[in-house]
């Protein structure tokens, strides 16, 4: 029989309930155990793709084509798994299936309300999952934090299904911030105790509580959190701050967790097997080596705008060894400022990540430009892709004035253009061209040379790409597009054999970038930082 682990949140949100639950997941994958993960977002958005990135961090894009939360990248990395659609529930999701229901007439002229049929349409999905999935454990996160009004629904769900389920078959844990006090220094429990109170008052005894501390908390406070959680000592855990966030199963781990969550569940004693996992720990914590890349952006003043980039250069990192120091710069700086764009000579990289709009796009034009006549290396993502094309034709090509007509609709050369299936949708929600899509890549070119293969899969965000009218224009002049759709369509990768390095993919790399198996054109980009730094006369990938 499946088994179902529930994670909640108290005190506050953002303190860290994906990575107790991707790291519940890895403790025990470590055993030999198959698991999913489903995050639940209260939010009334139907899904995550018309957020903008400082509302919620970054969009994650899955292979079947979903706009999820964040929180299923970590699922992913941590899990090396592929999730689906599915693995997000949302309020707005919900409702509308309940509604599209009661519209067909299928609840037969009953009154349709939050308990049963709303509660039940979220059961329903969570087993849908575990259905599909083909697991021994679910694990699911419900987001936001235990009182929220809008999450009451879905925590009234998971309590049904502990009558519904079974006490052997279902585990609850629950994550609070432990706060230390500055003046005193004095760990204080008691929001804790209040957030896990309000739990019970909805109907659930927390059986497992990780106190999230800045410091590793000491017997004292275990023993308070044990007592006023009404749990044994045993099933306190901390997660405590640590150098790498994905040293976070090992300490959870160390303390227990993995076993008692197992002995729980009635799963038979395992031992662990963390060596690859603690190799990539290795590799992250005792680099050789340095580099220094400038992400130019538009949500800089957010790291989770930018979270499953950040990590794709990490994993990079770790396979040559190198700490990257990641350094966020609003591009609108370079416009207010265009000397500021001189800066840039500080660094080993310069990155250009997604975007929409024009807000900030000349600066990071400005970017891209000082990235390619200083033979800095240059890696960009999506609309940093679009942007080279743009810089290519001005600076390069002499078509003055080329832009994208989603900058400038009345541009004079419109080297970027609306997709034709994207003309006349008025629907912004999951209209994009997304999810993983089908990629062949011309031999003898970097991007051969990172991929080691002609054929490669994707995962894709964006309505506007290449205009076909000015291809053969841009390679004329010495741009090549070693990546494209099947078709030849959709221009996929761009790449200057003359530099360097200058790469850019109108894909989503990030997405499938793993702990010990980085993304390729992360890969290439710190690898190419680092030999330029060492003095190399080209990169050795």
């Not at 506050?12 to 994958?29: A, R, Y």
């Not at 405590?240 to 969550?261: A, K, R, T």
């Not at 004693?269 to 992250?284: G, Y």
Request: charged share 25%.
């Amino acid at each position: 029989m499946v088994k179902y682990v529930f994670v909640t949140g108290g005190v506050l949100s953002s303190v860290g309930k994906g990575i107790v639950t991707s790291s519940i997941g890895k403790m025990l994958q470590a055993r030999g155990l198959r698991v999913t993960a489903v995050k639940i977002d209260p939010y009334v958005n139907v899904d995550a793709g018309t957020m903008n990135p400082y509302m919620h961090g970054e969009v994650y894009v899955t292979d079947d084509g979903g706009e999820t939360d964040l929180d299923l990248g970590w699922y992913e990395r941590f899990l090396d798994l592929n999730l689906k659609k599915e693995n997000n529930i949302t309020t707005g999701m919900v409702y509308k299936a309940v509604i599209e229901k009661e519209r067909r007439g299928d609840f037969l002229g009953r009154c349709v309300q939050i308990v049963p049929h709303v509660t039940n349409e979220i059961k329903e999905h969570i087993r849908r999952v575990a259905s599909n999935s083909k697991v021994d454990v679910v694990l699911t996160e419900v987001g936001g934090t235990v009182g929220d009004i809008e999450g009451l629904p879905f925590l009234e769900a998971i309590r049904q299904m502990r009558l519904e389920e079974g006490y052997e078959n279902t585990l609850y844990v629950h994550v609070a911030l432990v706060p230390i006090l500055d003046v005193t220094k004095e760990m204080k429990t008691k929001p804790l105790q209040h957030s896990v109170n309000e739990l019970r008052r909805i109907g659930i005894q927390p059986d497992i509580i990780v106190a999230r501390c800045s410091e590793k908390i000491d017997a004292e406070t275990l023993r308070k959190i044990a007592l006023f959680g009404t749990i044994p000592e045993n099933a306190v855990f901390c997660s405590h701050n640590v150098e790498s966030i994905y040293q976070v199963p090992l300490i959870l781990d160390e303390q227990g967790m993995g076993e008692f969550i197992c002995k729980r569940l009635g799963f038979s004693e395992r031992k662990p097997n963390f060596e690859e996992w603690q190799k990539f720990v290795d590799a992250i914590l005792n680099p050789r080596y340095e580099v220094k890349i400038a992400l130019v952006g538009k949500y800089a003043g957010l790291a989770d705008s930018y979270v499953s980039m950040n990590e794709a250069l990490r994993h990079a990192g770790a396979e040559c060894k190198t700490r990257v120091r990641i350094s966020y710069i609003e591009a609108e700086t370079f416009e207010k400022n265009p000397d500021k764009v001189q800066t840039l000579k500080d660094f080993d990289g310069i990155f250009i990540p997604y975007g929409f709009g024009p807000r900030g796009t000349e600066g990071k034009i400005m970017a891209i430009k000082f990235a390619r006549e200083n033979g800095i290396p240059f890696l960009g993502i999506c609309y940093g892709f679009q942007l080279a094309v743009i810089e290519f034709a001005r600076n390069v090509c002499g078509l003055e004035g080329a832009n994208s007509t989603e900058i400038n609709p009345n541009t004079p050369h419109p080297v970027i253009d609306l997709m034709p299936e994207q003309r006349g949708i008025e629907y912004k929600g999951a209209t994009m061209r997304l999810g993983a899509h089908k990629i062949l890549v011309k031999p003898g070119t970097t991007a051969y040379t990172l991929y080691k293969s002609g054929e490669i899969y994707e995962r894709h965000r964006h309505r506007f790409e290449v205009n076909l009218d000015y291809a053969d224009k841009l390679e004329k002049g010495g741009l090549v597009f070693s990546g494209k759709s099947p078709d030849g369509r959709r221009m996929e990768i761009l790449e200057l054999p003359t530099h360097f390095f200058f790469f850019a993919s109108q894909f989503h790399g990030e997405f499938k970038s793993r702990p010990g198996k980085p993304d390729p054109e992360y890969y290439g980009l710190v690898k190419a930082c680092l030999d330029k730094k060492l003095g190399k006369t080209k990169p050795e990938f």
